[in-house]
């Protein structure tokens, strides 16, 4: 039984690994994550619905989680051929259009759940304030900093 949990918990280390590594090592992933906290900061202040809320938090899971893939199948496919080969193009091209059409279809559902003009007059309202403002600039400064980061490649 312990053996069971012990291998259970290595596979969650492992996944771990690859997300912090994808962190560390994809630019775009680190875009996403801002993204996410962007969206994040928003919803709170427009003071979405729950039902609004579970479904921002799905597609921010969808795209996190086609960038992961994304980065495997670069990864696998520089693994698998050291030269330019056209289906390895074909493959990473597909892999990136496939978390572009999950950004996109993001985009839209957020362009519709933050539709309401009488909200928007709410939300400008509270981050004119000095305290919306300074951590608007706070937010907007780190965020170039954890986007630009340390590509270790």
Request: aromatic letters at 14%.
């Amino acid at each position: 039984m312990i053996e069971m949990f012990k291998g259970i918990f290595r596979s969650f280390g492992y996944a771990f690994q690859g997300i912090f590594r994808t962190i560390r090592e994809e630019r775009n992933f680190r875009i996403h994550i801002v993204a996410v906290f962007l969206v994040t900061w928003f919803a709170f202040l427009y003071e979405v619905t729950w039902g609004q809320a579970v479904v921002l938090v799905i597609l921010f899971g969808m795209v996190l989680s086609l960038e992961l893939m994304n980065t495997a199948v670069e990864h696998a496919v520089d693994l698998a051929i050291s030269e330019r080969h056209p289906l390895a193009k074909k493959a990473k091209d597909a892999s990136a259009g496939g978390v572009l059409v999950g950004a996109i279809v993001s985009v839209i559902v957020a362009v519709l759940t933050f539709r309401d003009p009488a909200h928007w007059s709410f939300v400008l309202q509270k981050i004119t304030t000095p305290i919306g403002i300074i951590s608007l600039v706070i937010f907007v400064i780190l965020a170039l900093f954890f986007v630009r980061g340390k590509n270790r490649k």
